[in-house]
Each structure stands twice: as C-alpha cells, then as structure tokens.
C-alpha cells in the first residue's frame, strides 16, 4: 500500500531572500533568536516544536517531536518523563540533535549538542505552571511503556483525580524532569532558488564561535 499521491511530483519553490555570513549575526543565540521571533511572529503556535534525535548507546537513533520550553545560559530546555526511551538513552548517552522545521520561512535549523537534567527545583517550578489537566496527565503516563488500552489511562486519570482532590498544588511525580541542551554546532538553512540553499554552520573553536557555509 501507498499513499494516492504523487510523491515525486510535489515540490516547492522557495523564494526566500539570500542568508549570507555578512549579514548573520555572529553570536549563533542572537541569531536562532532572530529567526524565532520571526516565525513567532507569522506562526505563534507550535513553532517551538522540535525533532529531539537521541541514541541508544549502541547508536540506534529515536527521533521524536518534543517542545523547546526555554533557552537559558546558551542551552535549550525541554521537559519530559526521565524514565521515557527518550530520558533512558539521554542518561547512557548525552550526545543529541535538535531540528527545526519552520516551512513558512522555508527555514531549518540544526543542533548538535550535549544533554544534561535541569534541577529538580526548575522542573518543579516548570511543572507547577502547566494546567492540571497536564499535570494529572503526567502521573497517569508511564511514557514509553506498553499499557493495555486507553481505558487503562482513563482509569487512572481518575483515580488522580480522586486523589488529588481539593489540593490546589499537585506535586511535580519524580520521574518527570527536564533537559538543557548546550549547542556544540548550529545551523541554519535556507532555502533559496533553484535548490542553492544558504547553509551556516556555527561550530566551536577554542571556545569562540566561528561559522562558515556549507555547500546545499
Ligand atoms: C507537537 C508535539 C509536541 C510534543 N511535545 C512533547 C514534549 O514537550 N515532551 C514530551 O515528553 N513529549 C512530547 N511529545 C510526544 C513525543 O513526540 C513522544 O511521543 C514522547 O515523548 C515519547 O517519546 P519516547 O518514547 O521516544 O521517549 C510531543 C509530540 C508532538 C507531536
């Protein structure tokens, strides 16, 4: 079975004016910053969606949708289950890749980095400003983990609900947390006629952010 239709056939011309070392900024945060509030600007919802690339130490890549919750002291933050495939691979193996795709700016960007658990007390405080619904969600997921039906989910959201009961402030569960991505390498796509994109990578040397173009 395929799809009805016709893969090979779609295709977008992009229109985008060039991106160009001379008018990048030269600090890579200025400029993810940059393209952010631009896509912020003509895409409020979901632009902070983001591909989280991990792998098993044996080097299985997982790939999944997470959402960036933050960028604080260079790194980027997102929230999740630590015992999820996703936070078991983290903890064997910190190496991971982000990926933007913000298609109405025909734009991508690309980071390599290293991941590491955000305090106990910053995810709590993250926790606590989610809606209860989404904090009742998070005790009744075992993320990752085979469950019988979605009435076993139910189930449970009930039971939270049972027990949580008048309590205004629901506890952060222990499992859930949060990771800080530090960047070792950035880049920037855009697509441009004719499928001579402009790439920019940002890479760390001695400590100093260099960048140089990448061929499409
Ligand atoms: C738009 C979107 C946003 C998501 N945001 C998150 C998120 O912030 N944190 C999270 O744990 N899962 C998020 N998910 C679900 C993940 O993609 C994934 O299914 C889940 O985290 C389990 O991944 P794992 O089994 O590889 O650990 C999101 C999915 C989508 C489609």
Not at 17 to 29: L, Q, S, V
């Amino acid at each position: 079975m395929k799809p009805n239709a016709d893969l090979a056939s779609i295709r977008r011309d992009y229109i985008q004016p060039e991106f160009d070392i001379k008018n990048a900024k030269e600090d890579p945060f200025e400029q993810f910053s940059d393209w952010f509030d631009e896509i912020a600007h003509i895409s409020p919802e979901e632009c902070n969606c983001m591909t989280l690339a991990t792998a098993s130490p044996e080097g299985v890549p997982h790939a999944r949708v997470v959402l960036l919750k933050g960028i604080e002291d260079y790194k980027f933050i997102f929230y999740t289950n630590t015992q999820s495939d996703k936070g078991n691979e983290i903890e064997k193996n910190p190496r991971v890749c982000l990926n933007f795709y913000w298609w109405e700016l025909s734009r991508q960007v690309r980071i390599d980095g290293i991941a590491e658990r955000v305090s106990d007390e910053q995810a709590t405080s993250y926790f606590q400003s989610r809606p209860r619904e989404s904090q009742i969600g998070a005790w009744a997921s075992p993320q990752s983990s085979p469950i019988g039906s979605r009435q076993v989910l139910e189930e449970r959201v009930k039971q939270l609900e049972e027990k949580f009961k008048g309590q205004d402030v629901i506890p952060k569960p222990k499992q859930w947390g949060g990771y800080a991505i530090s960047p070792m390498s950035l880049e920037f796509w855009q697509g441009r006629p004719s499928r001579l994109h402009d790439r920019l990578i940002y890479f760390l040397d001695d400590k100093q952010w260099k960048v140089r173009r990448l061929a499409p």
